[in-house]
T-cell receptor, first 115, second 109 residues
Framework: GAGVSQSPSNKVTEKGKDVELRCDPI?????LYWYRQSLGQGLEFLIY????????KSGLPSDRFSAERTGGSVSTLTIQRTQQEDSAVYLC?????????????FGNGTRLTVT | QKEVEQNSGPLSVPEGAIASLNCTYS??????FFWYRQYSGKSPELIMS????GDKEDGRFTAQLNKASQYVSLLIRDSQPSDSATYLC?????????FGKGTRLSVIA
């Protein structure tokens, strides 16, 4: 079946603009995660959603970052008033459920460049 | 703070050799362990999962888990240049998965 789909694949924006990144998880997966990876760095957890539960926002770096997941499926990550340090690859992943024995499956990512 | 530690490398091995990648974790209660491979400019790809102490083999890959010592390793037999990538260890830490920073492997032809 189809994997995790992210769009756009690349986004160049000017400092101060808002951007929206989209993620469509694998069908049937109840958990959805956003990670960020800066050049040459590890994966930085941002936020995850599990079913209809309140999202775990503990990884969001500032209040300029927000995310929503509509209908338990598609998710949008919004970054307001972008800064140059926001430049990174934003990875979305989904899993069948949250917790044990449930690996994450990643999309191809959105490369964000803030000029 | 749950932590996963990996040697950043690079780990260089000749073609045909065994590559050994190691990972230690801090949360003794962790139950699920995963290895991901990430090629440069690509997203992480799941290659192995292991849940019980001991070895788990899949083709040229063997994952090893020792919960008492809190380490998990990945062996790659008959290493190929196409195995050159960064290998990420991930540990289930009461959600979300906690990732190590990865070990860069270079297989020299």
């Amino acid at each position: 079946g189809a994997g995790v789909s992210q769009s756009p694949s690349n986004k160049v924006t000017e400092k101060g603009k808002d951007v929206e990144l989209r993620c469509d998880p694998i069908s049937g997966h109840t958990a959805l995660y956003w990670y960020r990876q800066s050049l040459g760095q590890g994966l930085e957890f941002l936020i995850y959603f599990q079913g209809n539960s309140a999202p775990d926002k503990s990884g969001l770096p500032s209040d300029r970052f927000s995310a929503e997941r509509t209908g338990g499926s598609v998710s949008t990550l919004t970054i307001q008033r972008t800064q140059q340090e926001d430049s990174a690859v934003y990875l979305c992943a989904s899993s069948y459920t949250v917790g044990e024995y449930s690996p994450l499956h990643f999309g191809n990512g959105t490369r964000l460049t803030v000029t | 703070q749950k932590e996963v530690e990996q040697n950043s490398g690079p780990l260089s091995v000749p073609e045909g050799a065994i590559a050994s990648l190691n990972c230690t974790y801090s949360d003794r209660g962790s139950q699920s362990f995963f290895w991901y491979r990430q090629y440069s400019g690509k997203s992480p790809e799941l290659i192995m999962s292991i849940y019980s102490n001991g070895d788990k083999e899949d083709g040229r890959f063997t994952a090893q888990l020792n919960k008492a010592s809190q380490y998990v390793s990945l062996l790659i037999r008959d290493s190929q240049p196409s195995d050159s990538a960064t290998y990420l260890c991930a540990v289930e830490g009461n959600t979300p998965l906690v990732f190590g920073k990865g070990t860069r492997l270079s297989v020299i032809a």
